[in-house]
């Protein structure tokens, strides 16, 4: 079971302020075990938020995008000329994205009926 931080420090706090275990099991209810792994884990710092930085890309998305509308058409070898790598990155890059395959701009429908001229012999 997964405790959020805000509980860790309360159950932490209040056993440091004097309050006996056994007290401690019937307000959170924690072992010592967990008492002192998560005193630990709060004094060496283990629970500070870390700052998730993206890592620098050959090929930065928000530029990518905008090629991508200004030259909907562009080819993959086009691009990867511009942003100086492979077809394939590029193609994982779009795929991140959700940019796709160009599609048909009408749509075509399945077992269309034929034209009765086309299938009699004249």
């Excluded at 209040?14 to 072992?31: D, R, V």
């Amino acid at each position: 079971m997964a405790y959020s931080m805000d509980f860790r420090r309360r159950a932490v706090e209040y056993k440091q302020e004097g309050h006996t275990f056994e007290q401690l099991q019937e307000a959170f209810g924690i072992p010592p075990e967990t008492y002192y792994q998560w005193k630990r884990n709060i004094e060496n710092g283990y629970y500070d938020t870390v700052i998730k930085r993206e890592r620098k890309r050959k090929i930065d998305k928000n530029k990518l995008k905008r090629e991508v509308a200004e030259k909907p058409d562009a080819f993959l070898r086009e691009l990867a000329e511009k942003f100086g790598c492979t077809e394939s990155a590029i193609f994982y890059a779009l795929k991140k994205l959700n940019i796709t395959l160009k599609k048909r701009p009408l749509p075509i429908l399945k077992n269309q009926k034929r034209n009765v001229r086309t299938i009699l012999p004249r």
